[in-house]
Structures are given as C-alpha cells and as structure tokens.
C-alpha cells in the first residue's frame, strides 16, 4: 500500500478546501446532529439522505449544477415527509420507510437515464470531499452561522421540545414551528453534506459524533460541545488518514468516527460514572 506525504498535500488548494469543509461539516452535523439523536429522529435524515439521489439525477437531466437541484428538493421532500408524518394516522416509521423506498426507486431510474453519469455513482453514494469548491465552504459556512444563530438562541425552547414535548407546548413554546424550523435544518444539512460524504454516509456524519458524546455528558451543553468538536476532530483525523493511506476520504471520516465510538464505549464501561464529564 503506498503513502504519502501529509505535509506535501497540504501545500494543495484542493487538499486545503477538503479540510476545512471536513472542519465545517463536523461543527454542522454535530450541533443538529445532537438533536437528532436526542429526538430519534436519525431514520428522517436517513429517509432524506437516500431520497437525495432524486435531487441529483434531476439536475444532471436537466443540465443544472447538483447542488441546486438538491438543496430545494431536500428541503421540500423533509417537510412533505413531516406534514405527512403529522396527517396520517400511520406511524412514523412505515412512512419514513414508504418515502424512503419510493424515493429511491425513482433515483435509480432518474439516474438509469443518465449516460455519462453512471462512472459518478461511487461518489454519490459515498462523497468526495477532495471535489468541494469554494461555493459548498461557503453554503456549509453560512448553514452553521445560521443553524447555530437559531438553535442556541432558542436553546431553552429546544432542551424542552427534545425533553417533553407536551409539556414544552404547556410553556407556551410554539411546537409545530420549531419542529418544521428543525426539519428545514437538518434538511439542508444533509443536502450540503452529500457532496462531500455521500448519500449512504451523510447519516453517520450525525449520530455517531452525537452518539459517542451522550456516552461522555449527561449535561445537555457539555453534550453540544463534545459533540461538535468530536465531528470536526474525526473530520481532521480521517482526512490525515485518506490522504496519507490513499483511502477514500469520506469513509475514512466515517471509519474513525466508529472507532472514537468503540475506544468511548470501552472507557465508559472500564471507568466508573464519576469520570463522565458534566
């Protein structure tokens, strides 16, 4: 297996770009990611990411830049599935499993009509982060501003809606506008992740950092900040990883978000209470 040298990609704008949208993406998804596994909401975004394949196939067939076919069609295909959700008395997980299929059943014959785009399928379901511009730093940059502006700011109405959602409307919180608030987020950010970790990987951008920070705080912002820094460390430590071993760079991501994971579950259970961080 040949290596390289990390110092001398570094030197690469390309390399430079795939970073800080790693750093980006690791912030992003772990401050909505820390609600989506608080509020289980982790098969949606896994409904949204798969049903992304549409959004692509139809820009490449209508000769438009993916990335803006995909952020509306996410956006509008995360709250028809919420209304949905809301308006049926079906539960919520046949529903996110019917769009889920339909959605990319229609994907893969979109995509079945596009020649020349079949040779990219590897990169849409897993990303290439190496491939980001300048125009996904700036969309992921101004996501984050906004995500964090309006979560932190309604902190306390978002600790009681993840907590007790009857009682966070008894307090006079506005639950179905934050709810579909949330949902215009975390729909956007899997939007924006896909370019750079793929439609089968951007779910894993959201759990496991918040999954393996819940393992470390039982205090819900210390969990926030774990969270986040956790997503932008394993960002910085898998790209190492991809650039040195030649792997591909989103699962490398992936690969250390998992073992962070397992090294946390195997501390938590070897350490007692006490050493978990408040």
Known sequence: ?????????????????AIAAGVLMGLLCGLLGSFVTLRQLSFFSHAVGHAALVGIAMGVLLNLEPTWMLLP??????????????????????????????ALAIGVILASFIQSYRGNLMGVLFGDILAV????????????LISGIILFSTLRQQILLTLNQAVAKVQGVSVEFHRYLFVVLLSLTVAV???AVGILLVNAFLVIPAATAKL????????????????????IVGMGVSGVFNFPSGPSIVVVQFVLFLLVVVWVKIKPSSWLLS
């Open 133 to 144: 511009n300048w125009t996904d730093l700036v969309l992921t940059s101004l996501l984050l």
């Open 1 to 17: 297996m040949q290596t390289t040298d990390l110092f001398s990609l570094l030197q690469f704008p390309f390399m430079q770009r």
């Open 193 to 195: 992740s896909i370019k």
């Open 216 to 235: 470390l705080s039982q205090q819900f912002s210390p969990y926030l900040a774990i969270s986040m820094l956790l997503g932008a460390f394993s960002s």
């Open 73 to 102: 069609f996410t956006l509008l295909f995360g709250l028809a599935v919420l209304y949905l959700i809301d308006h049926t008395d079906l539960w919520s997980d046949s529903i996110l499993n019917i769009v889920l299929s339909g």
